[in-house]
């Protein structure tokens, strides 16, 4: 994606999808500002109406989309309106039997919209002002996920394939790419990049790993069993890689205990690495 550029349309992860289009003149932004009872979306959430009335992000179901489209279109200034339980209007509830507080802006402000895409683009986290009347205060957003894949075979094509079906953001470096004994070059991590090797030939590992354990990268990843596990600690120790290092080290990889493809094995890898990721993105 290149700077500056404020359409939703490139934009890869689905929490920032609102913002980038909020970035262009007669786009109105929605965003959950409270939540009574159960909801299927965070606070925060955040929904764009365009001037046709499509909508951009991911707010709720069709049903309150549309209710919201057509409301924020009535609205000469920002407000919070009610929906659902404790709302006064009875034509309208939520299938959850909730009630959720919803910041109308038709006319976000733009230049902070497109301050905090920018700082997103170049991998820093952001914060839009929300002044509104409930509990959220501030919309904090955090730069995409990003894995670090690095292997070779078939498990590594096919996290790959994964990845780009999911529109996670992924560089791919295979043994081709690599030189045996040495850290990858030109590689970056930073807080919101996972590192994943997925090799047999475990002697391609060492340097790749003291690599990435030391960088900031919020996860690295080994396959291989319980046996390559301690192979390894004890090769990183031997290196001189401090013990907090080692610790960091996730192996075996994956919610699935023992993966017997590769499909099942990049499955259960990327569940777990998108489920740490998320962790980091609820509690900002």
Known sequence: MMLADYSSEIVRDED???????????????????IEGSFSRRLGAQLAVLPDGTTVGDLADGCLESQLAKDITQCAERRVARYGRGSSRIDFRLPCG???DILLDPKPDRAACRSALEALQLRRPARLAIESEGPLLNRSYLPSLKLVVLGEGPELETVASLCSAMRIDVEVYSRDDLALGQA???????????????????????ALLEQALASEAFYVGAQGGERARSDRTLALAARGVPEEQIARLTSPIGLMPACKSPRTLALSALSEIVGRYEQMRAVT
Do not use: K, M, S, Y
């Open 98 to 100: 909730g009630g959720l």
């Open 16 to 34: 920032h999808l609102a913002l980038a289009a909020a970035c262009q003149p007669g786009v109105g932004l929605c965003t959950i500002v409270g």
């Open 184 to 206: 990858a070059p030109n590689v970056r991590f930073d807080p919101w990049t996972a590192c994943l090797l997925l090799f047999h030939d475990h002697e391609w590992e060492l």
